[in-house]
């Protein structure tokens, strides 16, 4: 349990020491945040969007399809299948079609706070050896985080990750021990250190956020 801790811990402070640029930014960017579950028969994906409140205009285009000012259940579906669209999956070379399992968007008031979150997560049953993960979705504005997080408990072996600068893209091989009773598992198991560090920086976002307003109030009232 301690040890399990002091990794959950380090992950934090690691990803909140990488995240300070990103927080810096979040204005202005769309933060997704890539977590790769392997299990034995497949593969999961969960991507965490969140849009600073300066692009929001940007990403609103590209789910508000008729310009009401609200989102209907079919236009987050439409907004999805485009996310979908834009990442790709390579499990040992080949393509590994993902399809949608899950997808949660928050409100539009959250949305304009810079701290509303849309939750996406797909699957891909194919097993392997060796995956590779590229997001393209909305480039020009957006910064990426992405990781590989399982337990240890399903026997999963995995290799160093390469990445590419900007974290578009993640690359690993990974392996199943031989083990007597071992059950697949869901593939969530240990984002635990992984999803804390994003919350992390979601809550350092929204400071800044309140810290940019009280400065601009303070500037009307003077």
Not at 159 to 168: I, S, T
Not at 194 to 204: H, I, R
Request: charged share 25%; aromatic share 6%.
């Amino acid at each position: 349990m301690r040890a399990t801790a002091r990794r959950v811990a380090s992950t934090v402070l690691l990803a909140m020491s990488l995240a300070g640029g990103a927080a810096a930014h979040r204005l202005d960017e769309y933060l997704q945040a890539t977590l790769i579950g392997v299990t034995r028969d497949g593969v999961d994906v969960e991507i965490n969007l969140t849009p600073g409140v300066a692009v929001l205009p940007a990403v609103m285009a590209g789910i508000d399809r008729n310009r009401d000012g609200q989102i209907s259940p079919e236009e987050e579906q439409a907004y999805a299948g485009d996310v979908l669209r834009d990442v790709d999956l390579q499990v040992d070379g080949k393509p590994a079609p993902l399809r949608l399992i899950a997808s949660r968007f928050p409100t539009l008031q959250s949305m304009r706070e810079g701290l509303g979150t849309i939750r996406l997560k797909m699957r891909a049953d194919r097993a392997g050896r060796e995956l590779r993960f590229e997001n393209r979705h909305m480039r020009g504005v957006s910064v990426y985080l992405m990781n590989c997080l399982a337990s240890k408990e399903d026997g999963l072996l995995v290799g160093r990750p390469e990445r590419d600068e900007a974290q578009q893209w993640i690359r690993f091989a990974y392996s199943f021990e031989e083990a007597p009773g071992t059950r697949s598992s869901p593939g969530w198991a240990a984002q635990g250190g992984f999803w804390l560090a994003v919350v992390g920086m979601v809550a350092v976002a929204g400071l800044a956020v309140r810290k940019q307003r009280s400065r601009e109030v303070e500037k009307q009232t003077r």
